[in-house]
């Protein structure tokens, strides 16, 4: 009977000591997860929603006020889950927890990428631009800005947080960026034929043809309509010319150099003049307004520029209205290297619609997706007279073979006829 008595006192003890055992087990696991968390979740009560939409797929940012804090996206969860490319995967994750979601890089990471800054493309307003190469092989483009220059800072500042959230195939990709000490730089994908502007007036550079001319105008429209009507909220770039459009290894044309860009204020009024001589729109300069209809000004001169290859400062203006004073004056101003090789049905339409886009009365320039519907008009014009000929070209050389078979066959019968002679 004792034995029994001792053998349950025994059964509970061991039970009680389980349950006991679980729960400090199943607690600990609890305390674990929940703190675990603790660092990401201090930022929560300070995140404010940033809708972006990607080439029409929508999806949003939760952003943190502060650059150096960390970013969550939610909808299509594209810039999250997507790795950039296979160097950026190489890197430790702590490089992407910035608030833009774009890996930031070190000084040493840029410097051997760069051979130690010895790769220079060119220069700009912000600073030097050079060629790096990424283990991977990958080429792009480090845009150094310069230390003294307290204006590249907040441009700086304004670039990562725009591009981090725009992207079109039209728009030259920012893919990195680095902050190390005093030391500020943008990384870019890199854009084999470089700029428009150089293409343009290298006497070096092989003459662009009229079909990629049009095609650079729909590219660089279409790169503007998603900055315009895509970005919410809407951009302005504010300095649209041939030097910030870039040009891929197929001819694809991308805007670059969102530097100076702003998201649009509303009815709002700006102090200081941005944008470069001989593509700022005179009514901004007069009123101090600056809207889309600015930006679409600036490009109704490139399209000028594609249509003549005069630079804006090499008095374009001026020949234009000298142009546009007869119906077809523009044929007088076409560059001289495309003669022969355009259409100039084309031409007229195009330079009408560059008229359009300087309108003096900003309200009466069309928007900039107008714009595009017209230059793609121009294009698929094309297409179907091009389809239109070849078509013709094909019946024709259809009826040929079919009278140089007949005429075979008649060869042969008239030999069955004529019959082996006797
Ligand atoms: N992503 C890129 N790929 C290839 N070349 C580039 C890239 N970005 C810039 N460059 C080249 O680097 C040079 C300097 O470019 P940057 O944009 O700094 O100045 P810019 O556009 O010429 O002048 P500004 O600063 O006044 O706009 C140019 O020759 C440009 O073609």
Request: aromatic content about 8%; charged content about 25%; hydrophobic content about 40%.
């Amino acid at each position: 009977m004792v034995h029994k008595d001792l053998v349950i006192i025994g059964i509970s003890v061991g039970v009680a000591a389980g349950v006991l055992i679980t729960s400090i087990i199943v607690l600990g696991i609890c305390w674990y997860k929940k703190h675990a968390h603790l660092p990401r979740s201090t930022n929560e009560g300070s995140l404010a929603t940033l809708p972006i939409r990607e080439n029409g797929l929508g999806a949003s940012i939760e952003m943190s006020a502060s650059l150096s804090n960390s970013v969550i996206i939610k909808g299509s969860d594209y810039l999250a889950k997507k790795p950039r490319n296979s160097w950026w995967s190489n890197h430790s994750k702590d490089q992407f927890t910035s608030a833009s979601g774009l890996p930031r890089y070190s000084y040493k990471d840029i410097q051997k990428a760069t051979q130690n800054f010895t790769t220079i493309l060119g220069q700009g307003s912000f600073g030097p631009v050079y060629k790096a190469v990424m283990p991977s092989g990958e080429l792009v483009a480090v845009k150094v800005l310069a230390s003294n220059s307290k204006q590249g800072e907040k441009e700086f500042h304004t670039e990562v947080t725009l591009l981090a959230r725009l992207h079109h195939r039209n728009l030259v990709n920012l893919v990195g960026y680095c902050v190390d000490k005093e030391q500020r730089m943008l990384v870019y994908e890199f854009m084999t034929k470089g700029s428009l502007e150089n293409l343009l007036y290298n006497e070096e550079e092989e003459a662009l043809s009229w079909e990629e001319r049009v095609q650079i105008a729909l590219d660089i429209s279409h790169g503007i309509e998603y900055l315009h009507d895509g970005a919410v909220p809407p951009v302005i770039h504010r300095d649209l010319k041939s030097s910030n459009i870039l040009l891929d290894r197929s001819m694809r044309a991308k805007v670059a150099d969102f530097g100076l860009s702003k998201e649009e204020v509303f009815n709002g009024r700006n102090s200081g003049l941005k944008g470069t001589y001989g593509y700022i729109d005179p009514m901004y300069i007069s009123t101090n307004e600056f809207t889309t209809k600015s930006d679409v000004y600036s490009f109704g001169v490139i399209l000028f520029e594609l249509i003549t290859a005069i630079h804006p400062h090499q008095n374009l203006m001026e020949y234009v209205n000298l142009a546009g004073m007869s119906p077809d004056g523009v044929d007088e101003i076409i560059d001289t290297r495309i003669i022969g090789t355009f259409n100039p049905v084309e031409v007229r339409s195009l330079a009408k619609i560059a008229h359009k886009c300087l309108h003096k009365t900003p309200r009466k320039r069309p928007s900039i997706g107008e714009v595009s519907q017209a230059i793609l008009r121009i294009k698929q014009i094309r297409l179907v007279r091009e389809d239109a000929q070849s078509f013709a070209g094909e019946d024709f050389s259809r009826a040929i073979s079919r009278i140089e078979s007949q005429q075979l066959e008649l060869k042969k019968m008239a030999s069955i006829n004529e019959g082996p002679r006797q």
